[in-house]
């Protein structure tokens, strides 16, 4: 039983490019949310997915939007980027009424040089 | 405005001794706590949780303790092992969103 994977694992940006982080969640999980988690410091919720729509969303700006595919899956991409984004950026899934069991992926590694 | 505080960056322990990780909140509306485990290049590992309705959960070696009161939680190792050794993060539920405190680094001593 797989469980959650990211891609890619490691990733090089300039500042004002755009990019693309991949997730599939664990098998049978229909739920999937997006976190921040910058050196030192807690993962940061970014959105949730649910349906192939946003159900939720923290406090991050418009630069940052995603989707989910039918087959669950989810892509998070991010404009114009700045420094300030570099940052471990985790998937997790879960059941939409379980979200208090959340299961995360490894992380993507982003740096913007 | 750090909803969920971990105050303590890091914890030395003794193997065998009892590790205690505690977690400050201040949202009445969170009603899930949980305690997740995070090892270096992996996604935080779901460790336990508490409903805000009930004061204890245990499992194992693992022990967490919810005083509404005083917006406080802490995680109970007993006893402590080296391969307990990694990042403890304290997290709330309100709606389907969690919330997590920044970590405490938790090294166990051979």
């Known amino acids: 039983d797989a469980g959650v994977t990211q891609s890619p694992t490691h990733l090089i940006k300039t500042r004002g490019q755009q990019v693309t982080l991949r997730c599939s969640p664990k098998s049978g999980h229909d739920t999937v949310s997006w976190y921040q988690q910058a050196l030192g410091q807690g993962p940061q919720f970014i959105f949730q997915?649910?349906?192939?729509?946003?159900?939720q969303r923290g406090n991050f700006p418009d630069r940052f939007s995603g989707h989910q595919f039918p087959n669950y899956s989810s892509e998070l991409n991010v404009n114009a980027l700045l420094l300030g984004d570099s940052a471990l950026y985790l998937c997790a899934s879960s059941l939409l009424d379980r979200a208090y069991e959340q299961y995360f992926g490894p992380g993507t590694r982003l740096t913007v040089t | 405005d750090q909803q969920v505080k971990q105050n303590s960056p890091s914890l030395s322990v003794q193997e065998g001794r009892i590790s205690i990780l505690n977690c400050d909140y201040t949202?009445?509306?969170?009603?899930?706590f949980l305690w997740y485990k995070k090892y270096p290049a992996e996604g935080p590992t779901f460790l336990i949780s508490?409903?805000?309705?009930?004061d204890k959960n245990e499992d194992g070696r693992f022990t967490v303790f919810l005083n509404k009161s005083a917006k406080h939680l802490s995680l109970h190792i007993v006893p402590s092992q080296p391969g307990d050794s990694a990042v403890y993060f304290c997290a709330a539920k309100s709606v389907r969103q969690l919330t997590f405190g920044s970590g405490t680094q938790l090294t166990v001593l051979p």
């Open positions: 997915y649910y349906e192939e729509e946003e159900r």
């Open positions: 949202n009445s509306m969170f009603d899930y």
């Open positions: 508490i409903s805000s309705i009930k």
